[in-house]
């Protein structure tokens, strides 16, 4: 029998946006619908904000129902997929208050659709139609990303961008870790640590020192210290 090959873990990096360019993608969804757009600028300005507010994947964002969401409570339920669990999680005030008002929006304007981002035929927006919006989107924010990568930011970076954003926010309030990175998995909907430790390796220089006194060099943790890892990050 030949021998076993260990898999290879991809050393692809996901784009890391910065807070100033969640910002900017923001302000460009508010740009008006054109007339053959599939998706009104109001549902993808809200249905981003819940992209990076919540780390989910785009597909589990597009199969929102009106009743995935509790205002009373603040939380959402995402249905699952081949690959992230289903899962209800909390949110923050925020999110409730801006997903209030696209529902409040999508009532005084008459749209009936079970999904909570619908198309503007009232069905699930596909992730095709979502991502060459997003493009649009992307191009208009001037993020072109980083120079020395041939790769351009894409909808799903948004995914690690949430955690690594995250991460951060935790080592700055000096955070445990190693109790805080569980909850972050069962929060994403992973089935184990191994896709979020990954996010470690992407969080800013400035920060390397508390990382490191969870995982000295020695040890044999997936988020040991590579530079490599990190000549493209800009300040978050």
Request: proline share 7%.
């Amino acid at each position: 029998m030949p021998p076993n090959i260990p898999p290879q873990r991809s050393r692809f990096m996901p784009y890391i946006y910065t807070k100033d360019e969640i910002r900017r993608l923001v302000r460009s969804a508010h740009l008006p619908t054109k007339l053959n757009d599939k998706i009104h600028y109001k549902t993808l300005r809200a249905a981003l904000i819940t992209l990076y507010a919540t780390g989910a994947c785009p597909g589990e964002v597009t199969r929102l129902v009106q009743q995935s969401v509790d205002f009373q409570h603040g939380s959402i339920t995402f249905s699952g997929s081949r690959i992230q669990s289903s899962r209800t999680v909390p949110i923050g005030r925020n999110l409730v208050r801006v997903v209030q008002r696209y529902v409040a929006w999508k009532k005084r304007t008459g749209q009936r659709s079970e999904f909570l981002f619908p198309s503007v035929d009232g069905k699930e927006i596909s992730p095709r139609t979502l991502r060459a919006h997003f493009e649009r989107l992307r191009t208009t924010a001037h993020i072109s990303g980083r120079v020395e990568s041939s790769h351009l930011p894409r909808l799903r970076d948004l995914r690690p961008t949430f955690a690594v954003h995250q991460i951060t926010s935790w080592i700055r309030r000096k955070e445990d870790l190693n109790r805080m990175l569980p909850a972050l998995a069962a929060y994403m909907g992973n089935a184990g640590l191994e896709a979020t430790e990954r996010y470690l390796q992407l969080a800013p220089e400035r920060f390397r020192s508390a990382l490191n006194r969870l995982s000295p060099q020695k040890s044999e943790t997936l988020w040991r210290n590579n530079p490599a890892l990190l000549e493209f990050l800009a300040n978050l």
